[in-house]
């Protein structure tokens, strides 16, 4: 995920605070000395406690398929080990102001497309499979809800054909571009652990997170006394 690292408009600076949170990094604001959780953005201890950054559109991609859609982009290169990442193994995270909806990579590889509203918001996320690539964006055209399916790398409104492209969001037949929501990948049982207020999609029905933790056991009880 990335976030807007400012606040009241004025630029933060942070650094790697060392420590884990709900399993996850922190970092720490060279101002206050605030913590922050890493993946919600927001600051878990310190003066600024309770404050949370913006939360930003981003994408996952390989080098390779970025530079197809965005070649003059500069990248910081550093020797990393070989890993057994997988995608597959990871959700796709929308947000719009505290809602969110979780979509792991299995149920979009079925669907390809999935359409829901968050905060009151239409979105719909999309993956290519031929890239592995995925984006979210509103539906939202003008006074219109836009009904989208994906065909071959593109995105068609089925009432007016309006079409986009899937993974840049740039009109084919001279409209205004889709808007970027703001999304992350995760895995799914980080996410309903840190946004247990939020829904994710299992079996094709959307579930509440808390549910979907208590179901798969993967949180544990608080030990009392």
């Known amino acids: 995920m990335v976030h807007r690292r400012e606040l009241d408009g004025k630029e933060i600076v942070f650094g790697n605070q ?7 990094m ?5 101002d206050t000395g605030s913590v922050w ?19 930003l559109p981003s994408s996952l991609a390989t080098w390779a398929d970025w530079q197809v859609s965005f070649p003059d982009t500069s990248a910081l290169d550093t020797f990393t080990r070989a890993h057994r990442f997988s995608l597959d193994q990871m959700a796709v995270v929308a ?3 505290d809602a969110s909806i979780a979509v792991p990579i299995a149920e979009l590889r079925r669907a390809q497309v999935v359409s829901t509203d968050l905060g009151g918001e239409p979105v719909v996320i999309v ?12 539906r939202r055209s003008g006074n219109r809800i ?4 994906l065909n071959g790398g593109t995105l068609a409104d089925r009432e007016s054909g309006e079409a986009w492209e899937a993974l840049g969001g740039r009109s084919l037949t001279g409209g205004e571009a889709l808007e970027r929501v703001a999304a992350f990948s995760s895995f799914p ?9 939020g829904r994710i999609l299992v079996g094709g029905v959307i579930e509440s997170a808390s549910e979907y933790a208590n179901s798969c056991s993967i949180l544990r009880a608080t030990p009392t006394g």
């Not at 922190?26 to 060279?30: E, G, L, P, S």
């Not at 993956?127 to 509103?138: I, K, T």
Request: glycine share 8%.
């Open 18 to 24: 060392g420590d884990l949170w709900m399993n996850a």
């Open 37 to 55: 959780s890493q993946p919600t953005g927001s600051a878990i201890m310190g003066p600024l406690a309770g404050r949370t950054l913006e939360l």
């Open 26 to 30: 922190t970092w720490f604001d060279h």
């Open 189 to 197: 049982a980080d996410y309903v652990r840190l946004f247990p207020d």
């Open 127 to 138: 993956l290519d499979p031929e890239v592995d690539r995925w984006a979210a964006y509103s």
């Open 95 to 97: 947000a719009v102001g």
């Open 146 to 149: 836009l009904e989208l399916d």
